[in-house]
């Protein structure tokens, strides 16, 4: 429709203002006609025409017209199409201030969008309105009204409608203010004049008077002051006719005021103005309230947009307020909140307003003054019932008389007495023995008369009396508070049967630990709840040297200074917690060594949960120190020995896989390969000692190394194992001087394992001695010991005097450099040591200090001759003969390794990966025989295989080989058990390997022959 009524841009002004002017001509008569009708429709009927007029030029789809009422509302009082409920919204709002000399029209194109609207945006838009103009009805510099006129849609207002619009709204201001002096006339004649403004005057009294009264109401009928709040922002808010009200709170004390609690009027839109002032906070001075607050009196801005002290200007602007008024809230001359209230059009500072105001805020003052008092008072005797309620003491009152007017929970318990049968009895009758009881009478007779009481002000122990006749013993705390008519009397009393028998326990159990203590090994003690030292065992006397009679700090001598303050504070620290106490310290002795103890100290805890005393002990535990610190010593060096360990077994897969690559190069040569294999050779002997060194030092901490003594003469022992080894040790440059008796040295042993020893200390002087060196090796007899003594003296590093005790260690190493000459693990001196002492002898190592050389010396026990033996015949086995044999190996590398070495001396051989494939080529090769690992895969071990072969007739002559890497003696007695004729352990010498097989062909060819 709107569309439809648009102006053309392109018309002239001039010829569009003059069709207007012509219609407004022809309908200008009704308006005067109207206005001078003598009856009182005359104001309805003017406006009618004029919305009439209205119609007929502007053509608008709805429109009202607003006046101001005796009492200065603005009121509906003509409107086309408009509903009862947008009109109750809307009525009381206007855009300007009724005070405003020239008030400007208001055009608003689009409503959904227009700035400063936000207060009555959503009503408007729910009416279906989308456009509007408000246009003032105004005469002689006052404001008597507005014409409006809305468009269901957007509207772009023409010039020539805004002025029809004026002249419309000029004509209804003319005529209703001839209406009105003409009226205003006619009461002036009858004298009516003064009665009209004092009518007017007294209706606003009249109002504002039901505002304070109101308020008065809603204090009587609120239970606090968040309740009665909202009330009073409504009731005011709607008496004055405001569009917004807050509540701002001092926050306790906090310097700002915080808003708690807004109120709208109905049909209003503020909720971003609503949520701005409940997000903020303001200082004192700061703001509307802020002023208030710190002047203490009532404040008006009549515009707000004007004053430099708003800080929510934009915001207010922008949803249509102009002015507003605070009050405070306070008790005398305490601020405690503020109240302020704001309206959609300018409006003049109103004293007798801010008067009623201030009186209100003061009300509201006294009101929560009042009501804070009251819950004060309910709090403190809430929290005095709880208190006796759940008190674990009874707690009984008495008055002067003697009479019971209190009796807890814990009372009715303790005595068996209920409260309602205790109140109102004599206390003597409920909880005092007869015995006791004119001792009683008298005692509060003589308080009642002199003040003087023997009770009254202390704790006292004594009996109580149950309803049933049965006595207690009880504490009993009594106070006494005067009242208007006499005395009242408070008694707490707790059961004590408990305290006192753990007392006794306490005093007996004490009575034990002193006689326990005097025949225990261990430093025993005692400390009172307080933590004072009160009883010490006489073991603390006898090891220190202490007396009983020196103070805390002369014996805190004895506790080494370095342990001292960390153990006095753990002791505090227990003391203040209540929790058990322990620390480890070093102790000095009598003789003045000091020695590690452990002290442990517990608490013990009465009835009421409070500690009563502290028992302690105090033991020895160097010993244990001196195990764990070893214990840590020897876990290092085992660190550090696998360490060396996997050093040591890497090295050696280096050149060996070098030497592979070269023997796997096509144009290597004959020599070349040859060196190849020599690497390999060496590296893989140097791997099988390690592995053997590891094997010994296990089997000798076991005691399973087997030892095959026989007699022998120690002298050519020495010299063949110096002649073996003379080669590496001339090769580092070093000399070798060999110092042997002409006469025998007969001892008792295993000659591969004292070779073992002669060999190993030998490699560990070659090892430790710079090139140029000399290695002395000199062998004699001590017939006063009865031993053979052999030492070897280097001129090499020497040992540190603190390595000389543990030398001989496993895995200790006395040079720890990554650049030490000849690599191994530190086991060859461990291994030494172990089987020397498995002969019966000893070793011992001596040294100057670094640099100074060390020499090693063993003593073996010397025994008798042998008896002289006819030699024997030695007849030499033929060892041509070739073999059939089966290898069984489930490492297929290994397997074909084995398989090609014997096939390359001669033999015939055949692989199979599993135990099952074994014992089925078995049966087809009829091997001579059988190589067979123990820990083969897919179900059928070694073992198994070997009893297989020999349950099976055609099978049971070969000779069977266990090939493994288990070396242990169980590892031998289980493959012998199982049937194997001979146990190798990994790694296997090819050419031992090799001889040992033409041995047995050799056997096998001449058991055939």
């Not at 807004?262 to 049909?267: F, L, N, V, Y």
């Not at 109240?339 to 929560?368: K, V």
Request: proline share 4%; aromatic share 6%.
């Amino acid at each position: 429709m709107a569309g439809a009524h648009a102006r053309s841009p392109s018309l002239e002004h001039l010829q569009a203002l003059a069709e207007m002017a012509e219609r407004i001509a022809r309908n200008s008569w009704g308006l005067t006609a109207a206005s001078k009708a003598p009856d009182p429709c005359a104001e309805s009927g003017i406006l009618r025409i004029a919305l009439d007029c209205l119609d007929e030029t502007v053509r608008p789809d709805r429109s009202p017209v607003l006046l101001y009422d005796l009492d200065g509302e603005l009121r509906f009082k003509a409107w086309r199409n408009l509903s009862e409920e947008f009109r109750r919204k809307m009525e009381g709002h206007s855009p300007w201030s009724r005070s405003e000399k020239k008030p400007a029209p208001l055009v608003l194109p689009d409503i959904a969008v227009a700035p400063g609207v936000d207060l009555f945006r959503a009503t408007i838009l729910e009416e279906g309105i989308r456009s509007a103009a408000l246009l003032p009805i105004a005469s002689g510099g006052s404001l008597l009204g507005r014409l409006s006129f809305h468009f269901n849609e957007p509207h772009r207002f023409s010039k020539e409608e805004l002025h029809a619009g004026r002249m419309i709204a000029a004509q209804i201001a003319l005529a209703i203010e001839k209406a009105r002096a003409r009226e205003e006339l006619r009461l002036q004649r009858a004298g009516a004049t003064q009665a009209l403004e004092d009518a007017m005057e007294r209706r606003v009294a009249e109002r504002r008077l039901a505002s304070v009264h109101a308020v008065t109401r809603i204090l009587a009928d609120a239970h606090s002051l968040a309740e009665a709040v909202p009330r009073i922002l409504c009731s005011l808010g709607e008496c004055l006719g405001c569009v917004f009200a807050a509540f701002w709170r001092v926050e306790g004390n906090a310097n700002f005021v915080r808003c708690t609690e807004t109120w709208q009027a109905r049909g209003v839109s503020l909720e971003s103005f609503d949520a701005l002032c409940r997000s903020m906070s303001l200082e004192r001075g700061v703001g509307l309230p802020g002023r208030v607050w710190k002047s203490g009196t009532p404040a008006w801005i009549s515009e707000l947009q004007a004053d430099r002290n708003f800080p929510r200007f934009e915001a207010a602007a922008s949803v249509g307020l102009r002015s507003g008024f605070a009050f405070p809230i306070k008790i005398r001359d305490r601020g405690l909140g503020i109240m302020e209230f704001f309206l959609p059009h300018r409006a003049e500072p109103d004293e007798r307003l801010l008067d009623m105001m201030s009186a209100i805020g003061s009300e509201i003052g006294q009101f929560i003054e009042r009501k804070a008092a009251e819950e004060a008072l309910a709090a403190s005797e809430e929290i005095t019932r709880s208190i006796i309620g759940a008190a674990l003491d009874a707690v009984i009152t008495m008055d002067s008389g003697g009479i019971v007017t209190g009796w807890n929970s814990q009372a009715e318990r303790l005595f068996g007495w209920t409260r309602e049968e205790a109140l109102g009895r004599r206390l003597e009758e409920t909880v005092i023995p007869v015995r006791h009881r004119e001792r009683h009478r008298a005692g509060l007779q003589r308080f009642l008369e002199t003040g003087e009481a023997t009770i009254v002000g202390s704790r006292v122990e004594l009996e109580a009396m149950r309803r049933d006749g049965s006595e207690l013993p009880v504490e009993l705390s009594m106070t006494a508070i005067r009242t208007g008519g006499g005395y009242l009397f408070s008694a707490f009393v707790r059961d004590i049967t408990d305290r006192n028998r753990e007392k006794r326990l306490l005093e007996e159990n004490q009575l034990r630990f002193r006689l326990m203590a005097e025949e225990a090994p261990e430093i025993l003690f005692t400390h009172t709840a307080e933590g004072a030292l009160d009883y010490m065992s006489p073991r603390y006397f006898e090891y220190t040297g202490a007396t009983p009679e020196m103070s805390l700090e002369e014996r805190a001598r004895f506790t080494h200074p370095e342990d001292l303050e960390r153990a006095m504070a753990g002791w505090r620290e227990s003391l203040r917690l209540g929790i058990p106490y322990a620390a480890e310290y070093r102790l000095r002795g009598k003789d003045g060594t000091y020695r590690w103890f452990h002290s442990r100290s517990a608490p013990l805890f009465d009835a009421e949960g409070r500690v009563a005393k502290w028992f302690g002990v105090c033991s020895d535990i160097d010993e244990q120190k001196k195990v764990s610190e070893r214990l840590i010593v020897a876990n290092q060096a085992k660190d550090e020995f696998l360490a060396v360990l996997a050093h040591e077994l890497r090295n050696p897969l280096n050149p060996i896989r070098s030497a592979v690559h070269v023997m796997n190069q096509a144009g290597a040569d004959d020599v070349s390969r040859e060196r190849a294999r020599g690497i390999i050779d060496r590296q893989v002997r140097h791997m099988a000692r390690l592995v053997d060194e590891l094997l010994d030092v296990s089997r000798i901490s076991r005691g399973r190394i087997p030892l095959r003594r026989e007699t022998l003469d120690l002298v050519p022992l020495v010299g063949s194992t110096v002649e073996d080894h003379r080669g590496e040790i001339e090769g580092s440059g070093h000399t070798v001087l060999l110092d042997l008796p002409t006469e025998a040295l007969w001892v008792s042993g295993d000659p591969t394992r004292l070779a073992q020893i002669v060999g190993n200390i030998l490699q560990n002087a070659n090892k430790f001695t710079e090139a140029g060196g000399t290695i002395h090796v000199r062998a004699r007899c001590l017939p006063e010991h009865q031993v053979a003594s052999l030492s070897v003296r280097d001129s090499g590093i020497g040992i540190e005097p603190r390595m000389l005790e543990r030398v001989f260690d496993t895995f200790v190493q006395a040079d720890r450099s990554l650049d030490h000459r000849g690599g191994g693990l530190g086991l060859g001196l461990a291994l030494v040591k172990g089987l020397v002492q498995l002969h019966g002898g000893s070793v011992h190592a001596f040294s100057e200090g670094l640099g100074k050389g060390s020499e090693f010396s063993i003593r073996l026990p010397l025994c008798a001759a042998p008896a002289p033996r006819a030699p024997e015949e030695v007849k030499e086995l033929p060892v041509t003969g070739h073999c059939h044999v089966l290898v069984i190996e489930d490492n297929r590398d290994s397997g074909l390794a084995m398989e090609l070495a014997l096939k390359l001396s001669g033999h015939v051989v055949k692989l199979a990966c599993t135990g099952k494939e074994g014992v089925t080529l078995a049966h087809e090769f009829h091997p001579d025989v059988v190589l067979c690992d123990i820990g083969l895969e897919g179900g059928m071990d070694g073992y198994a295989v070997a009893r297989a072969l020999h349950s099976d007739p055609e099978c049971a002559g070969s000779y069977l080989v266990a090939v493994t890497g288990y070396g242990r003696a169980e590892d031998i007695r289980r493959s012998r058990e199982a049937g194997f004729d001979l146990h190798l352990t990994k790694p296997i010498d090819p050419k031992a390997m090799d001889s040992m097989l033409r041995g047995i062909g050799a056997r096998l060819h001449t058991a055939q022959a």
